[in-house]
């Protein structure tokens, strides 16, 4: 049966993307209290499944949500003998579930899909309907490096560059990767454009795909404070890194925790549709 690009994209996935250092246990953190009351987990653009998995493996009720049936395909092979994750195809921008969660992730810089304000409010609409009053909202951001987005305006941009080589799981063959970035700095969004190349035992390039131009928008510290209170969520903490430390000029990544303010926990009391 012939695989198509977007089930091939899919099927590498688990490859090429690892986890970021201390992921997974930050997460099982703040997962605690909700395994002890029997709670449940929300993650966004759950994809095939890295993080969902690995928080259902500990026993956590897990509702996984992505856009991508060729992603939620991989997630459900990987869990055929598992009760959870739950996986629902949806857009993170407009879905109704039948329950709200103690805590909602959105791993791996997702958000960042969302490029209009119009975007980024309904998503995070839709992520506070979803929360129980006292819930947590995770959302993990890249820290954008004004330097690099620099070199891309002065010619770096568009020029393509390794970014690894993977192990193809089913056909056992090396697949070099290469990866083209632009930067849009009217609208703060990032270009990018991924080439995946399978090579043969020779060395020879034996089938070659593409992706893209996929677009992220650049979000910057005080955006994201905006906007989250734009909606009636409260910032908790804004971390460097899955491991707790401060943000910094340094940091790579920006790691937010967010929980519901008192008008929205009252709303969620008081409407007899909760």
């Not at 034996?206 to 893209?212: H, I, L, Q």
């Not at 992220?216 to 009636?232: D, I, N, S, Y």
């Amino acid at each position: 049966m012939k695989v198509s690009k977007s089930q091939r994209i899919a099927q590498l996935y688990d490859a090429s993307v690892p986890d970021w250092p201390g992921e997974i246990d930050f997460y099982l953190r703040l997962a605690e209290p909700v395994q002890a009351c029997d709670g449940s987990v929300l993650e966004i653009a759950c994809g095939t499944g890295r993080v969902a998995l690995r928080l259902a493996q500990q026993g956590l009720r897990v509702v996984g949500i992505d856009l991508s049936l060729e992603m939620l395909q991989v997630a459900r092979r990987k869990s055929s003998e598992r009760a959870h994750p739950h996986w629902i195809q949806a857009d993170m921008r407009a879905f109704e579930l039948s329950e709200q969660f103690e805590l909602v992730i959105i791993p791996g810089h997702s958000f960042q899909f969302m490029l209009t304000p119009a975007d980024q409010m309904a998503c995070l609409s839709c992520l506070q309907r979803h929360l129980k009053p006292g819930g947590r909202l995770v959302i993990h951001l890249d820290h954008q490096d004004v330097g690099w987005l620099g070199e891309l305006q002065r010619g770096k941009g568009g020029l393509f560059e390794p970014a690894g080589e993977v192990s193809d799981p089913h056909t056992g063959q090396q697949v070099r990767v290469s990866r083209a970035w632009w930067y849009q700095p009217a609208t703060q969004t990032a270009c990018a454009k991924t080439v995946w190349e399978e090579v043969d035992q020779n060395g020879r390039v034996s089938e070659r795909w593409e992706r893209g131009p996929v677009q992220l928008h650049c979000v910057f510290r005080h955006e994201m404070e905006h906007l989250l209170a734009r909606v009636g969520l409260q910032s908790e903490a804004v971390y460097g890194d899955f491991l707790g430390n401060t943000l910094t000029d340094e940091s790579s990544e920006m790691i937010w925790v967010a929980r519901p303010g008192q008008d929205h926990e009252e709303a969620n009391t008081t409407d007899p549709r909760r």
